[in-house]
């Protein structure tokens, strides 16, 4: 029977499976950390944020954006856990618990969904301060994504992420878009850098030939320039995190001594937004060093549009001297501490990690910019263009026009019509038709419409094809102590094999990782499903 304090630690490792020149008006403050720099002021516009994460960076990127709502565009879940599944009510060995069948999606035999976490919130909103007014969310771009292979969060998990968001952007289904038939695992996927797709890679990056950046950031943000494929503009550099951090110290709460930022060229003279990155458990730059800040495909975009990208950074803690027990480095979603008066607020405002990340924000913001461009033209919305599919839905994107007040969607089962209106009143400069037949071929047109509804002359026609039903697919990854324990393997002794197949699946140790799936009751092959 293990103490107390090793159960933690156990319970803790498996949640950490959550893998996971100045600028011209850049003011910059003084630095406790001998060479590393402060973050710099750059009068961002910081109405257009957005985040995204991948695992506890996904778990994350939700806190952070319900908590301030008020100056998001949207955000990129990738692998994530609805917002306070962990139950901040709870003592911390029960929200470690808890968080568990956050991951699996189940909870004492029952289904963690999104009417839990619309609860949690509901409190929240009864204690004046802790998160800003969900009525924001009606109007945000949600890009949400479940690999069928990912075997960690499990796609019940995100399945509750996504009735979550459905429930506080409705009737505005057209804003949500649910990547649920790649066949991707538990990483944050690239299209160029990485290691095999179907695969076990330290860094957590997997090459599946799919630009993750830059579907989330277009349906966020709408049509956007090509990406800079040579040199970058800018560069990316580090940024002292001491001075957003409690007492000064960043390793109290589990923060590195350093984040890092890319800021274009452009973002020297020109207004720009903010896109903020959560990397997962086991990626933070100490580790994984530059493969998440430098190779994770968002440069490339922020350096053409105007965006510049925050990676705040966490550090690997293990407990002692007032620190949290977090080995893997994972992003706080369940209350990393039970020393600290505020850890139960980690989805909160007041969350010491969620309140750094707004400081930081808050810096980059510094006083209000007065650059801007020329006003936007009325007229036919320009740039249409299918962004991406699944199997009943297809994604749509176009270029922002601030002069429209929203836009008309069109669909038709021809080019040469009839369209029928399928939707009006659609903010932003991204639209996803949803409930749609698989492996069927739609028609689109979309006009814009001003202030008095006064409608423009319609787009040209274009199509998209949803694709066929994904492969049906039970995936686990864990480490071998845990399939055993699970049920999912057995020692033979002192290697291990999946139960039913006997497929022999390395040493039984709790550091030995394995993809399994499921064919059937008690039956496990090792592998990936196609």
């Keep these: 029977m293990k103490a107390p304090s090793q159960q933690l630690l156990v319970i803790i490792s498996a949640l950490a499976l959550m893998h996971t020149d100045l600028p011209v008006h850049a003011q910059l403050h003084s630095s406790p950390v001998g060479s590393v720099p402060s973050l710099a002021t750059y009068g961002i516009d910081i109405g257009q944020t957005s985040v995204s994460g991948v695992s506890s960076g996904g778990a994350m990127a939700v806190q952070m954006h319900v908590a301030h709502s008020s100056i998001m565009r949207g955000v990129g879940v990738i692998a994530g856990i609805a917002y306070d599944c962990a139950d901040s009510s709870l003592p911390l060995g029960a929200r470690l618990v808890r968080g568990l069948g956050c991951m699996e999606g189940e909870f004492l035999g029952g289904p963690v969904d999104a009417a839990f976490s619309i609860a949690r919130t509901t409190t929240a909103t009864l204690v004046p301060g802790a998160i800003d007014d969900p009525a924001n969310l009606r109007g945000q771009k949600i890009w949400l994504f479940s690999g069928y292979n990912d075997g960690s969060v499990r796609r019940q998990a995100m399945d509750a992420v996504a009735g979550y968001y459905e429930h506080y952007v409705s009737p505005y289904l057209g804003n949500v878009f649910y990547k649920n038939n790649h066949h991707a695992p538990h990483a944050l996927i690239t299209d160029s850098y990485g290691g095999a797709c179907l695969g076990f890679n330290q860094q957590y990056i997997n090459n599946c030939h799919y630009d993750m950046a830059g579907r989330l950031l277009k349906h966020i943000y709408g049509h956007l320039n090509p990406r800079n494929t040579g040199i970058l503009s800018g560069s990316v550099a580090p940024f002292d995190q001491h001075e957003f951090a409690l007492d000064g110290n960043p390793k109290s709460i589990g923060l590195a001594d350093a984040g890092y930022v890319y800021v274009p060229l452009a973002c020297q003279t020109q207004t720009c937004r903010v896109h903020v990155v959560f990397h997962g458990c086991l990626q933070y730059a100490e580790r994984v060093a530059d493969a998440v800040y430098a190779h994770g495909g968002y440069n490339e975009w922020a350096d053409t549009n105007n965006l510049i990208v925050l990676y705040p950074q966490t ?45 930081m924000l808050d810096r980059l913001r510094g006083p209000a910019s007065t650059s801007g461009g020329s006003p936007d033209a009325f007229g036919t919305p320009q740039n249409l263009e299918l962004a991406d599919s699944t199997s009943t839905s297809l994604a749509l994107i176009w270029q922002p026009n601030t002069a429209a007040a929203s836009f008309n969607i069109y669909r038709s089962s021809s080019s040469a019509g009839p369209f029928t209106k399928i939707d009006g009143n659609v903010s932003g400069a991204s639209y996803v038709d949803r409930a749609l037949s698989p492996d069927t071929t739609y028609y689109y047109e979309i006009s814009a419409a001003d202030v008095n509804t006064t409608e423009s002359p319609l787009t040209n026609p274009i199509s998209g094809t949803t694709s066929s039903p994904p ?39 709790d550091h030995t990782f394995t993809q399994l799936t499921k064919e059937s009751m008690f039956f496990y092959r090792v592998g990936y499903c196609p």
């Design 315 to 359: 550090v690997a803690t293990n407990g002692g001297l007032l620190m949290p027990n977090n080995p893997k480095g994972c992003w706080d979603w369940w209350g990393h501490t039970d020393h600290l008066p505020l850890s139960s607020d980690f989805a909160r405002k007041t969350g010491y990690q969620i309140s750094a990340i707004k400081a």
């Design 471 to 509: 492969s049906a697919c039970d995936p686990y990854f864990s480490d071998n102590v845990t399939h055993v324990g699970k049920g999912r393997a057995w020692p033979d002794p002192f290697k291990t094999r999946a139960r039913g197949s006997n497929e022999l699946m390395g040493w039984y140790n």
